[in-house]
Every structure is written in C-alpha cells, then in structure tokens.
C-alpha cells in the first residue's frame, strides 16, 4: 500500500480529476492511479534506454542511421544490382 501526503490544492484538484474519469470510464480511481504508475515507469524506462543509446553514439559504439540515409543506400544498393543483372 502506498500512501502519498500532497498538498490540499493538489489534492481537490485531483479528486476533481478522478470523480470526472471515474464518471467518464465506470473505471475507479484505483484503477487509474495504476496505470497512471504503470505508463510513467515505463516511460522513464523509455528515457533511461534513449539516454543510453544517445550515450553509445557518442562513444562510437553504435552508428544510427535516419530514414532518408538508409533509403539512399537501398535505392544504391538495388540500382546497382539491377544493373549487374542487365548485362548478363
């Protein structure tokens, strides 16, 4: 079991905010309050994994490529191939 002391215009705000998703989804505000938990550890998982990678570009561990350069070089490597297969 949890339990959080936040400050009282906090709190009004958010029993606000769960009576009105309470009202919405006929889900209760247990409910919410998980996945609200749920969806921001993973996120925050999602931020330790970028850093980590942006981290391994830097060292020169991995290279990253954008959508556009791994377009260029399949358009080359497919043109070329056409090619070789034209002059047998």
Same mark, same amino acid.
């Given at each position: 079991?949890?339990?959080? #002391?936040?400050?009282?215009?906090?709190?009004?705000?958010? $029993?606000?905010?769960?009576?009105?998703?309470?009202?919405?989804?006929?889900? @209760?505000?247990?409910?919410?309050? /998980? =996945?609200?938990?749920?969806?921001?550890? =993973?996120?925050?998982?999602?931020?330790?994994?970028? =850093? $980590?990678?942006? /981290?391994?570009?830097?060292?020169?561990?991995?290279?990253? +490529?954008? @959508?556009? #350069?791994? @377009?260029?070089?399949?358009?080359? +490597? +497919?043109? $070329?191939? =056409?090619?070789?297969?034209?002059?047998?």
């Amino acid at each position: 079991m949890i339990k959080l #002391e936040l400050p009282k215009k906090v709190e009004q705000e958010l $029993e606000k905010d769960f009576q009105r998703l309470e009202k919405t989804t006929k889900k @209760s505000r247990e409910y919410h309050i /998980k =996945e609200a938990l749920i969806r921001y550890i =993973e996120d925050m998982e999602d931020i330790r994994d970028i =850093e $980590e990678h942006i /981290k391994e570009e830097k060292e020169g561990k991995v290279k990253y +490529y954008t @959508s556009e #350069e791994v @377009s260029k070089h399949l358009k080359e +490597y +497919y043109d $070329e191939k =056409e090619k070789k297969q034209l002059k047998k």
